[in-house]
């Protein structure tokens, strides 16, 4: 099955910074490759993704890069703000399923 | 458009209980995917459900079953429940036009926590 590891665990960044989460996996066949952030109480939400045949995909502060060679892809968090404090997960897709990472927790200190 | 509506919210259980906990879908959505998430073992897929049927099946033990009716609404249940069932149980639906829910873009619902002593 697929290994993923999701790094760092946590990260603390000042308002305005950038954040970067890093998720490598094992499985050359996976070819989906989002990202979820979860707020507490909530569930998942799904906040950007990339397919194999794209390198990088950006939406508004949020891209995402993929690495197919090295197996890893990283979401980067552009003027970070307070409201982006929550757990991002990586979850890339192999074997008919989604695979999640073990999670980010993201604290944007005004 | 409503979002996915999972039901109950909380749950306590005794050991050796069995338990049913409800998902409805987004409308017009016609897959449901169940996924298991713990502090230890993180976020797990369960299975996935689409036109009633059970597409695809993660690892766990026959206990958890689950089954979808003709409305897109799905159940899940889990038999002889042990104190590692503790969990938060989320329920996502797709449009199901992929041949996998996993390939589509999946919308979740809050949770039922399920807590068994």
């Known amino acids: 099955g697929e290994n993923v590891e999701q790094h760092p665990s946590t990260l603390s960044v000042q308002e305005g910074d950038s954040a970067v989460i890093k998720c490598t996996y094992s499985d050359s066949a996976s070819n989906y490759f989002p990202w979820y952030k979860q707020e507490l109480g909530k569930g998942p939400q799904l906040i950007i993704d990339?397919?194999?045949?794209?390198g990088e995909k950006k939406d508004q502060r949020i891209a995402v890069t993929l690495n197919k060679t090295a197996k890893h892809f990283s979401l980067h968090i552009t003027e970070t703000q307070p409201e982006d404090s929550a757990v991002y997960f990586c979850a890339p897709y192999a074997g008919n399923m989604l695979t999640f990472g073990g999670g980010t927790r993201l604290m944007v200190k005004p | 458009k409503a979002g996915v509506t999972q039901t109950p919210r909380y749950l306590i259980k005794t050991r050796g209980q069995q338990v049913t906990l409800s998902c409805s879908p987004i409308s017009g959505h016609r897959s449901v995917s169940w996924y298991q998430q713990t502090p230890g073992q993180g976020l797990q897929f369960l299975f996935e459900y689409f036109s009633e049927t059970q597409r695809n099946k993660g690892n766990f033990p026959g206990r958890f079953s689950g089954r979808q009716f003709s409305n897109s609404r799905s159940e899940m249940n889990v038999s002889t429940l042990e104190l590692g069932d503790s969990a938060l149980y989320l329920c996502?639906?797709?449009?199901?036009?992929?041949?996998?829910?996993?390939?589509?873009?999946?919308?979740f619902g809050p949770g039922t926590r399920l807590l068994v002593l």
């Open positions: 996502a639906s797709s449009l199901g036009i992929a041949e996998v829910a996993a390939k589509e873009t999946q919308y």
């Open positions: 990339i397919r194999s045949n794209v």
